[in-house]
């Protein structure tokens, strides 16, 4: 059974940067795909980065250029570096594994203006 723990969230005004983590306690990692989801209050929650087993990354527009996800095997975390940050980024971000229901509580990020 997979656990995930995000962690990094916090308050940063428009602009800055934010360095989110989800540590993976479970089996397999490296042979996962994984994703970086937010939701903002009243929205649905929508997929920001996607990263496969070999290291490919794919982002929306919306991001693109600014967020950057990564991962780490030897340590079972992946990562989603933010920077340029704008008040429309402000959301609780969840990590998953791709196609699966396993999701972390979350971590906030609010980027103020």
């Known amino acids: 059974q997979v656990q995930l723990v995000e962690s990094g969230g916090g308050l940063v005004q428009a602009g800055g940067s934010l360095r989110l983590s989800c540590m993976f306690y479970?089996?397999?990692?490296?042979?996962?795909?994984m994703d970086w989801y937010r939701q903002a209050p009243g929205r649905q929650r929508e997929l920001v980065a996607g990263?496969?087993?070999?290291?490919?990354?794919n982002y929306p527009d919306s991001v693109k250029g600014r967020f950057t996800m990564s991962r780490d095997n030897a340590k079972n975390t992946v990562y989603l570096q933010m920077n340029n940050l704008k008040p429309e980024d402000t959301a609780v971000y969840y990590c998953?594994?791709?196609?699966?229901?396993?999701w972390g509580p979350g971590t906030h990020v609010t980027v103020s203006s």
């Open positions: 479970g089996s397999f990692f490296s042979l996962s795909a």
């Open positions: 990263i496969t087993r070999g290291g490919s990354t």
């Open positions: 998953n594994v791709h196609g699966t229901e396993a």
